[in-house]
């Protein structure tokens, strides 16, 4: 069985045991179940249900690894015969999540 959850603007399928690294989500630490009611649609085999927009009463559960921040990705700007050069570097906070159920409706 496979879901697909939207979360911190986007969107991920995910199926039980799947590890995804999403958007940062606050307010909870290692160890933490956390739930997305947020569920666009779901499939198990031939069988799909698409909900417009989202699924009423379908929950995907998961278990929260980490919260880290990601690779880093450089910035550089420059302008050419002007000697100006900017570089920076920028690392995203993300949450590490094990998803460990998909409830349907």
Do not use: W
């Not at 697909?4 to 799947?18: F, L, P, R, S, W």
């Not at 085999?45 to 880290?68: C, D, N, Y």
């Amino acid at each position: 069985m496979f879901a697909v959850i939207k979360t911190g603007g986007k969107q991920y399928k995910v199926a039980a045991k799947d590890v995804v690294c999403v958007e940062k989500i606050d307010g909870v630490s290692a160890g933490e179940t956390i739930s997305f009611d947020t569920v666009l649609m779901v499939g198990e085999g031939e069988s799909v249900t698409v909900g417009l927009p989202k699924i009423a009463g379908a929950l995907v559960r998961g278990t929260v690894l980490e919260q880290r921040k990601g690779d880093k990705v450089l910035v550089f700007k420059k302008t050419r015969r002007s000697t100006y050069r900017r570089k920076r570097g920028h690392r995203q906070l993300e949450t590490v999540v094990r998803i460990t159920e998909i409830v349907p409706n």
